[in-house]
């Protein structure tokens, strides 16, 4: 079966829509006849277990990477290593002349997967995009009452109250409405959270009284199926031979060992028990390429790695206090000793590769002297207690958490700031975090869809004070603008607003731009067809052992 190919590319760097009415059609693809996988196993030395397996419901790379690109699909995809926008499982698609109404065509004779769990009785149609995206959408969907959780990106982006309907005009073909026009809508169709899931299972579970099972026991569509997961220790897949799109599954069995320890991902990757691992610590990168039975590709990361001041927690509701602790911060000798060559050191709310960063923001200067006076100014002149989160895994915006917190600390304390390190295991610092918990946190984010408004709305915007924006940062007058860009087409009128938030958040100081690091993915020399994810999660789409 061929390959489905764009008649034109959708570039997201600058998807803007410049006619009204514009269509994008791709050629299709028909379902796949089920394939004879390689009898190989992958296994992939990863450095934390996923907090469950419904992506909806998460917004880190762990669980994206164990189950968003490997269980499932979504109705467009991003081309695997890049930011090109391609058909999912909708093979073509028409935009409304108000850039409203988007109508998506289904692709025919794709299955779901067949487990030991559950034995799908038809292929994906409608009904699956409508009850996908109705639970996130409304608040009395069946599936959302019977197993109720949040959906942070769905709010995040702004979705929760721009996405007026969704309505499946015949079996294969699904209409979505906004309220208003939305630049970044399709490229956040292909966001891990916009995975498709199976109606007729989630029927079967809430007809058992199992919706939750939904997060233990995933059914998807996508290139790997789920087999079985122990936390902590192993998630084990099997190839899908049935998957629509051929070339994409190359091994029969996908393993993922979960090795916390840095140390011991890489001595498993040397001693060949995995093939592929994630984060190494920056002192043995040099080691680790000059390995004759490793590769070592890499790239610039379109990342950020920042400490996150919670504005809803007295004294960091005060600008003045967040200004002082910012200056207090020793940046260049953090970006030194915990990046050691793999990093540069952030200005802004976003990297500088994305395209309305703005290249005059400047830092303000390291000085204590001045970050006591402010203090004071504040009215804490003998400085304050808090708690600092530092995360307890690495994460490719942030390799040692712990170092950067215990320098940061060193730092506070030359201005009377007495800072107590806390951290929790991953899954509950992310879930306490969002709670609002924290009064300073080491966090950060890699980009999921190339556009501006993921870091802006998803970082500091009011729709996002209870997902990412670990800030709690509710502005209006940047609020204002960040909404504003999200609802024009028109890039230099997108681009000046952005501007404009930029400054507003050098002034405000929600959070403090530590650094954007390098991406290094080490390998054996005997895998083939690994791209680096610019989003960030590791993906196994076309990856084989020779």
Same mark, same amino acid.
């Given at each position: ?9 959708? +570039? ?25 996988? #390689? ?14 397996? &419904? ?41 409304? &002349? ?21 034995? /799908? ?19 009395? !969907? ?18 929760a109250k721009n996405l007026a309907k969704v309505e499946k005009l015949d079996p294969y073909t699904v209409r979505m ?10 490229? @956040? ?26 997060? +233990? ?27 629509? =799109? ?6 029969? =069995? ?11 991902? @890489?001595?498993?990757?040397?001693? !060949? ?17 000059? &390995? ?25 509701? !005060? ?10 911060? &020793? =940046? ?48 804490? /002149? ?13 994460? #490719? ?30 899954? @509950? ?19 999921? !869809? ?35 860009? +999200? ?5 230099? @009128? ?36 690994? =791209? ?14 020779k």
């Amino acid at each position: 079966m061929p390959v489905c190919r764009p008649l034109f590319a959708v +570039r997201l760097a600058s998807f803007i829509l410049t006619a009204a009415g514009a269509a994008y059609a791709f050629l299709g693809c028909g379902g796949a006849q089920a394939a004879e996988l #390689p009898a190989k196993t992958l296994v992939y030395c990863s450095d934390a277990s996923p907090a469950g397996f &419904d992506p909806a419901q998460y917004t880190t790379s762990v669980e994206f990477s164990a189950a968003a690109y490997t269980i499932y699909n979504r109705l467009v995809e991003f081309e695997h290593g890049g930011t090109q926008v391609e058909p999912g499982l909708a093979q073509s698609w028409e935009i409304s &002349d108000d850039g409203r109404v988007y109508t998506f065509h289904l692709r025919h004779g794709v299955r779901f997967h067949s487990t030991a769990y559950f034995k /799908p009785t038809r292929d994906f149609d409608a009904d699956d995009v409508v009850l996908t995206f109705e639970r996130m959408r409304d608040p009395n !969907n069946a599936l959302r009452l019977a197993y109720p959780v949040a959906f942070p990106y769905f709010n995040d982006l702004g979705l929760a109250k721009n996405l007026a309907k969704v309505e499946k005009l015949d079996p294969y073909t699904v209409r979505m409405t906004l309220n208003t026009v939305s630049a970044p809508f399709l490229s @956040e169709l292909a966001m891990p959270f916009a995975s498709i899931l199976s109606a007729e299972y989630a029927e079967a579970l809430m007809h058992t009284g199992k919706a939750a099972d939904l997060n +233990r026991y995933p059914i998807g569509t996508g290139p790997f199926v789920f087999h079985s997961y122990e936390k902590d220790a192993t998630i084990r897949y099997d190839g899908n031979p049935d998957y629509w =799109k051929s070339g994409v599954v190359r091994v029969s =069995k996908l393993v993922f060992q979960i090795t916390p320890d840095p140390a011991v991902r @890489e001595q498993k990757l040397k001693d !060949n028990e995995c093939q592929v691992m994630n984060y190494p610590r920056p002192a043995d990168i040099a080691a680790l390429s000059q &390995d004759p039975n490793l590769q070592m590709p890499h790239q610039v990361g379109f990342n950020l790695g920042f400490l996150a001041y919670n504005t809803t927690h007295k004294p960091l509701d !005060n600008v003045d206090v967040r200004r002082a602790l910012d200056m207090a911060i &020793d =940046k260049p000798a953090i970006v030194k000793s915990v990046y050691q060559g793999a990093g540069q050191a952030a200005v802004g709310p976003m990297p500088p590769t994305q395209w309305p960063y703005d290249a005059a923001l400047k830092d303000a200067p390291y000085d204590p002297v001045q970050a006591k006076a402010l203090l004071a100014k504040a009215g804490y /002149p003998d400085g304050f207690e808090l708690t600092l989160w530092a995360m307890p895994v690495q994460r #490719p915006y942030n390799p040692n958490a712990r170092l950067m917190a215990e320098m940061i600390q060193a730092d506070w304390a030359k201005i009377g700031v007495r800072a107590q390190i806390t951290t929790y295991e991953w899954g @509950e610092y992310v879930k306490r975090a969002h709670a609002g918990e924290h009064d300073a946190m080491l966090i950060g984010f890699t980009g999921d !869809n190339g556009d501006p408004d993921n870091w802006l709305g998803v970082l500091l915007g009011c729709a996002a004070v209870h997902g990412s924006n670990f800030s709690k940062w509710c502005y209006k007058p940047f609020d204002d603008l960040i909404v504003k860009a +999200r609802e024009t087409n028109q890039i230099a @009128e997108r681009t000046k607003l952005y501007l404009q938030a930029q400054d507003i958040f050098k002034q405000q100081v929600p959070f403090t731009p530590i650094a954007h690091s390098t991406v290094y993915q080490p390998l054996r020399k005997n895998v083939a067809g690994f =791209k680096i994810d610019p989003f960030g999660p590791t993906q196994f789409w076309g990856v084989g052992l020779k």
